[in-house]
């Protein structure tokens, strides 16, 4: 395809090779991302995923020889070859990533013949696809010893060696299963780690792309894509977290959440009339179960014309709203693209009179079927389309709605998927939808986050079921239509770790499964898993039972007021994550390897998950069991949550787990911040911080900072936080504790702190700034409280 390399010209950080047949470019963003780009369908760089580059100064060299170019940057070293082959090194020599130059050799599929196949696709059967037709396909070496994560939401394990994945946003209401390739969301980036070190490649190209991560052949594995440019990005390491923290500086990071969004959220297809409505609401507080937010579904639009309500259901929505408001709930609707084909209807007028909505080849706005029958598409890639769908959230936003549910934006269609050629407008740079599909949710997205930014001055919440790499800008994700299945929420996480890894902090599942009826004990044990998750939203279709905290029977609503409870406890050590999250990128929920390189048993673990770095959950994923297997990762020390039994890393142990236990442990050394149980957040006005110290018995120190702002407006932006730093030292028969408050612009402090300090040491006395205080002693833990002190000595 390229030919001989000929020559080559250096501007600035991109060097411009000329090979025989092509261009082709690599442009050094930092010492660690590099860009690979060959112009195979136009001249320039478009992304959609990366709004604004930003080129780190960064020393480097070329040097040519006979056979090829060398570039040397602080942390790499690349020898581009003919043909654009391309091989990659750390400073030290070690190969990271070589281009394959063998023969393709698929493994041997017998026995297929044109009848075979025929009879087979009669039955139902279905074929994934291999070997495509693609405009590129980029082939490296796969080793052994290699493991692969990422892809975004993908089915199957956190691993991905082995397996063939599709970027094609769908929409799939079949139980999702490991053999699908794609589903809702399409994140083309992977991370490769091999031997403790890691990379990242992420293929910016929206059209339909091909990962085959060693499914075709284990010698090699491959990317390619049916149109667009050739386009990737290296992302080098050497740790996983510095994958992400690279690959979230060019994409983007998921901005500061308001602070109710990461409480308990309760869904349902569809809470609807009024009345039911209420009634959840009024149960919710009867029963003391913590609850932010509900969400309206589709049911609550006049024949589900988006932006309107119906309000022989909703009598006045306004009032409804308030009401709930009062009582310290936030309300959620969905808002779907497909805008109703009715004449005399606002939106469907004004979207035909600006030449708004999609159109086929010929400029006639195309027509499809979702929700409300015959409908037509906003043309998100077209900005001012997206300001005019922001400016829509007024409407919604104005009734006193917090936060907006965007789905069917794959976008889904009920009469056959849209055809090639339907046509966007693409500012001006027509695109068909080829190329817009993958991008479509994240376009709407944008729009959603932009409207309500401008017309609620808060935070946006926004969940979207489609997106592209960057979403995470502008929008929480969910997995769409899962099932109440075992299988459901065991593949829940690897599912929302390999998003986490994929710049999507902020993610959760529909937790009780959506499809399907829900039994007590699945329920039960997917409120475990959602208490640790970003986004915790029990959702149920229409077609299913009951599915809230309550309606089964009262052990299983016990378990559920135990666990969201824990939840509210930790909703300052979540808004500490988040706030982290920022500058490092790193997600809420991760795998343990983000943490353990180093051990090799972290490296396919599916069933635990670190939420942030300070807890591991080890759930139980299968019906009937109460007792389960839980590696606890080398490197660290453990304390059982429940028991403060301590335990030293890299060992498996057994642990018993009745249905209302889940096993969690903490890191020894850590600190988790504390709130009291709320009904909601924003019930109780937060004077003093609950700060639990799980000492370790090996390291001498530990240090947190805790994040305070008003969590909801933008003021942070502006400076108006308080960071407090809290540092515990050990020595040999005393703990020194110091509470520093090392930022101070938010008006709102906590007048106190409680201590609850998990620890051997039996001390007889305890002096705060040289006062002694009092404190109680229970098992193993010390509890005290201070105010206005700087200083603690335990001893
Ligand atoms: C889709 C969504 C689901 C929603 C339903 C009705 O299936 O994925 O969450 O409840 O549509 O709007």
Same mark, same amino acid.
């Given at each position: 395809?390229?030919?001989?390399?000929?020559?080559?010209?250096?501007?600035?950080?991109?060097?411009?090779?000329?090979?025989?047949?092509?261009?082709?470019?690599?442009?050094?963003?930092?010492?660690?991302?590099?860009?690979?780009?060959?112009?195979?369908?136009?001249?320039?760089?478009? +992304?959609?995923?990366?709004?604004?580059?930003?080129?780190?100064?960064?020393?480097?060299?070329?040097?040519?020889?006979?056979?090829?170019?060398?570039?040397?940057?602080?942390?790499?070293?690349?020898?581009?070859?003919?043909?654009?082959?391309?091989?990659?090194?750390?400073?030290?020599?070690?190969?990271?990533?070589?281009?394959?130059?063998?023969?393709?050799?698929?493994?041997?599929?017998?026995?297929?013949?044109?009848?075979?196949?025929?009879?087979?696709?009669?039955?139902?059967?279905?074929?994934?696809?291999?070997?495509?037709?693609?405009?590129?396909?980029?082939?490296?070496?796969?080793?052994?010893?290699?493991?692969?994560?990422?892809?975004?939401?993908?089915?199957?394990?956190?691993?991905?060696?082995?397996?063939?994945?599709?970027? @094609?946003?769908?929409?799939?209401?079949?139980?999702?299963?490991?053999?699908?390739?794609?589903?809702?969301? +399409?994140? #083309?980036?992977?991370?490769?780690?091999?031997?403790?070190?890691?990379?990242?490649?992420?293929?910016?190209?929206?059209?339909?792309?091909?990962?085959?991560?060693?499914?075709?052949?284990?010698?090699?594995?491959?990317?390619?894509?049916?149109?667009?440019?050739?386009?990737?990005?290296?992302?080098?390491?050497?740790?996983?977290?510095?994958?992400?923290?690279?690959?979230?500086?060019?994409?983007?990071?998921?901005?500061?959440?308001?602070?109710?969004?990461?409480?308990?959220?309760?869904?349902?297809? +569809?809470?609807?009339?009024?009345?039911?409505?209420?009634?959840?609401?009024?149960?919710?507080?009867?029963?003391?179960?913590?609850?932010?937010?509900?969400?309206?579904?589709?049911? !609550?639009?006049?024949?589900?014309? *988006?932006?309107?309500?119906?309000?022989?259901?909703?009598?006045?929505?306004?009032?409804?709203?308030?009401?709930?408001?009062?009582?310290?709930?936030?309300?959620?609707?969905?808002?779907? #693209?497909?805008?109703?084909?009715?004449?005399?209807?606002?939106?469907?007028?004004?979207?035909?009179?600006?030449?708004?909505?999609?159109?086929?080849?010929?400029?006639?706005?195309?027509?499809?079927?979702?929700?409300?029958?015959?409908?037509?598409?906003?043309?998100?890639?077209?900005?001012?389309?997206?300001? @005019? @769908?922001?400016?829509?959230?007024?409407?919604?936003?104005? !009734?006193?709605?917090?936060?907006?549910?965007?789905?069917?934006?794959?976008?889904?269609?009920?009469?056959?998927?849209?055809?090639?050629?339907?046509?966007?407008?693409?500012?001006?740079?027509?695109?068909?939808?080829?190329?817009?599909?993958?991008? !479509?949710?994240?376009?709407?997205?944008?729009?959603?986050?932009?409207?309500?930014?401008?017309?609620?001055?808060?935070?946006?919440?926004?969940?979207?079921?489609?997106?592209?790499?960057?979403?995470?800008?502008?929008?929480?994700?969910?997995?769409?239509?899962?099932?109440?299945?075992?299988?459901?929420?065991?593949?829940?996480?690897?599912?929302?770790?390999?998003?986490?890894?994929?710049?999507?902090?902020?993610?959760?599942?529909?937790?009780?499964?959506?499809?399907?009826?829900?039994?007590?004990?699945?329920?039960?044990?997917?409120?475990?898993?959602?208490?640790?998750?970003?986004?915790?939203?029990?959702?149920?279709?229409?077609?299913?039972?009951?599915? $809230?905290?309550?309606?089964?029977?009262?052990?299983?609503?016990?378990?559920?007021?135990?666990?969201?409870?824990?939840?509210?406890?930790?909703?300052?050590?979540?808004?500490?994550?988040?706030?982290?999250?920022?500058?490092?990128?790193? #997600?809420?929920?991760?795998?343990?390897?983000?943490?353990? $390189?180093?051990?090799?048993?972290?490296?396919? *673990?599916?069933?635990?998950?670190?939420?942030?770095?300070?807890?591991?959950?080890?759930?139980?994923?299968?019906?009937?069991?109460?007792?389960?297997?839980?590696?606890?990762?080398?490197?660290?020390?453990?304390?059982?949550?429940?028991?403060?039994?301590?335990?030293?890393?890299?060992?498996?142990?057994?642990?018993?787990?009745?249905?209302?236990?889940?096993?969690?442990?903490?890191?020894?050394?850590?600190?988790?911040?504390?709130?009291?149980?709320?009904?909601?957040?924003?019930?109780?006005?937060?004077?003093?911080?609950?700060?639990?110290?799980?000492?370790?018995?090996?390291?001498?120190?530990?240090?947190?900072?805790?994040?305070?702002?008003?969590?909801?407006?933008?003021?942070?932006?502006?400076?108006?936080?308080?960071?407090?730093?809290?540092? *515990?030292?050990?020595?040999?028969?005393?703990?020194?504790?110091?509470?520093?408050?090392?930022?101070?612009? !938010?008006?709102?402090?906590?007048?106190?702190?409680?201590?609850?300090?998990?620890?051997?040491?039996?001390?007889?006395?305890?002096?705060?700034?040289?006062?002694?205080?009092?404190?109680?002693?229970?098992?193993?833990?010390? +509890?005290?409280?201070?105010?206005? *002190?700087?200083?603690?000595?335990?001893?």
């Amino acid at each position: 395809m390229f030919g001989k390399i000929q020559n080559y010209n250096l501007k600035e950080n991109k060097l411009e090779i000329t090979f025989e047949h092509n261009t082709a470019f690599i442009e050094i963003i930092s010492a660690s991302i590099i860009n690979f780009f060959a112009p195979l369908k136009q001249a320039n760089h478009s +992304s959609t995923a990366i709004e604004d580059i930003k080129l780190q100064e960064t020393k480097f060299e070329v040097k040519k020889d006979d056979f090829k170019l060398t570039i040397c940057t602080e942390k790499l070293k690349l020898n581009v070859f003919d043909n654009f082959k391309v091989d990659i090194y750390d400073i030290d020599g070690n190969i990271l990533c070589e281009d394959y130059r063998g023969e393709r050799a698929p493994f041997v599929k017998r026995g297929v013949t044109p009848k075979s196949l025929e009879l087979a696709l009669k039955e139902g059967h279905k074929f994934n696809s291999e070997l495509g037709e693609y405009k590129f396909n980029v082939l490296k070496k796969l080793d052994d010893n290699t493991f692969f994560y990422g892809f975004g939401e993908k089915t199957g394990h956190l691993n991905k060696k082995g397996y063939h994945y599709k970027m @094609w946003n769908t929409d799939s209401a079949a139980p999702h299963v490991e053999s699908f390739e794609m589903l809702y969301k +399409s994140i #083309p980036f992977f991370i490769t780690l091999k031997d403790s070190k890691a990379f990242g490649v992420f293929l910016d190209n929206t059209f339909e792309s091909h990962f085959d991560m060693g499914k075709e052949n284990s010698n090699y594995y491959s990317f390619g894509a049916v149109d667009g440019n050739l386009d990737y990005y290296f992302i080098y390491g050497p740790s996983v977290k510095e994958v992400i923290k690279n690959y979230t500086y060019l994409t983007g990071r998921t901005p500061l959440p308001q602070l109710w969004t990461l409480g308990y959220q309760q869904c349902r297809w +569809s809470y609807t009339p009024e009345e039911r409505l209420m009634e959840v609401a009024k149960n919710f507080r009867e029963r003391d179960i913590p609850c932010d937010t509900l969400y309206l579904d589709i049911d !609550y639009m006049d024949g589900y014309r *988006v932006f309107t309500w119906d309000r022989d259901k909703f009598n006045n929505p306004k009032n409804t709203l308030a009401q709930l408001k009062e009582n310290g709930f936030k309300v959620v609707t969905i808002i779907d #693209p497909g805008v109703k084909k009715d004449k005399g209807y606002k939106i469907y007028d004004e979207g035909i009179e600006n030449n708004y909505f999609a159109t086929d080849k010929d400029g006639v706005p195309y027509i499809n079927e979702v929700w409300p029958g015959a409908s037509l598409y906003p043309d998100f890639t077209n900005s001012k389309v997206r300001s @005019w @769908w922001g400016d829509n959230q007024k409407i919604i936003a104005d !009734y006193g709605v917090s936060g907006i549910w965007n789905d069917m934006n794959e976008p889904a269609s009920f009469k056959g998927p849209l055809p090639d050629d339907v046509m966007f407008d693409n500012d001006g740079n027509k695109i068909s939808h080829k190329e817009a599909h993958n991008v !479509y949710g994240h376009y709407m997205s944008k729009a959603t986050y932009e409207g309500l930014k401008k017309h609620t001055n808060k935070r946006p919440f926004v969940v979207t079921r489609a997106c592209y790499a960057g979403t995470q800008k502008y929008s929480t994700v969910w997995t769409g239509d899962n099932q109440s299945l075992w299988e459901h929420l065991r593949m829940s996480l690897p599912m929302l770790m390999n998003l986490g890894l994929s710049g999507f902090a902020f993610c959760g599942t529909d937790v009780g499964g959506f499809g399907f009826d829900c039994t007590p004990e699945l329920l039960s044990r997917w409120i475990q898993v959602g208490t640790f998750t970003p986004l915790f939203r029990n959702h149920s279709s229409i077609f299913t039972r009951d599915q $809230e905290p309550w309606a089964f029977d009262k052990k299983t609503e016990d378990i559920c007021r135990k666990y969201i409870k824990l939840r509210y406890k930790l909703i300052p050590y979540f808004y500490d994550l988040f706030w982290k999250e920022q500058s490092d990128g790193l #997600p809420i929920i991760r795998p343990l390897l983000v943490h353990y $390189e180093k051990d090799l048993n972290t490296y396919e *673990v599916n069933d635990e998950f670190l939420c942030g770095d300070s807890i591991l959950v080890a759930p139980i994923v299968e019906q009937g069991k109460t007792s389960r297997m839980v590696y606890l990762p080398e490197g660290n020390d453990w304390i059982d949550y429940w028991t403060k039994e301590y335990f030293s890393g890299g060992q498996f142990i057994i642990k018993k787990a009745p249905l209302d236990l889940c096993p969690v442990y903490i890191k020894a050394g850590s600190m988790l911040p504390n709130y009291p149980v709320q009904n909601y957040i924003g019930e109780k006005i937060i004077d003093e911080l609950t700060l639990n110290i799980y000492l370790s018995k090996n390291d001498k120190s530990i240090n947190y900072v805790h994040y305070q702002d008003d969590g909801e407006s933008f003021d942070y932006k502006n400076g108006a936080y308080n960071l407090y730093n809290i540092e *515990v030292s050990k020595a040999a028969d005393s703990i020194k504790l110091k509470i520093d408050q090392t930022k101070n612009d !938010y008006k709102n402090h906590y007048k106190g702190f409680d201590f609850n300090l998990f620890t051997d040491l039996k001390p007889s006395s305890i002096l705060a700034n040289s006062k002694p205080i009092k404190f109680t002693l229970s098992d193993d833990t010390i +509890s005290f409280n201070v105010k206005n *002190v700087s200083e603690v000595i335990i001893k």
